[in-house]
């Protein structure tokens, strides 16, 4: 049986975005993991397999979205990062989109708009892991709940 997709809910604080967001994943029959500190979400991100989306703050308590962004490079697999802000900031967009993120979204964005960029983001990490260059970064990544193999 094939699993369902899963998506990282990383805020700091109780939002109603996020809140919104969590619904919208479940629509979307995705599995969602809540953290609320970006030490948090690097154990996610370093399991195997990650999360395929990441939905994080611009700012949080530990970190900010750059490090998140990081994490996600580092992943044993494709995870998109979604970063939200209160505000449209053009600066801050053209910052995200170049330092690798997948998108960048305000909390003046639709329900329709949020399912668009979600389904965007899921598809191509599901698409980046099925093809074979991902698999073999697969491969090569062990689950760290099995055994080590012995010689």
């Keep these: 049986m094939k699993s369902k997709p899963t998506a990282l809910l990383l805020s700091d604080k109780a939002d109603e975005f996020f809140e919104t967001a969590h619904a919208v994943f479940e ?18 991100l370093a399991a195997f397999p990650p999360p395929h989306v990441v939905l994080t703050d611009t700012t949080l308590f530990d970190a900010t979205w750059e490090g998140v962004v990081d994490l996600a490079r580092k992943a044993p697999g494709r995870v998109n990062v979604v970063v939200v802000s209160r505000i449209a900031d053009l600066p801050l967009y053209l910052d995200v989109m170049s330092e690798g993120a997948f998108d960048f979204v305000t909390h003046s964005f639709t329900v329709q708009e949020l399912v668009h960029v979600f389904r965007c983001a899921l598809d191509d990490a599901a698409r980046s892991r099925s093809s074979k260059g991902d698999l073999t970064r697969h491969a090569e990544a062990r689950d760290p709940l099995e055994p080590t193999p012995t010689v």
């Design 27 to 44: 629509t979307l029959s995705v599995r969602t993991i809540r953290a609320q500190r970006c030490q948090e979400a690097a154990s996610h």
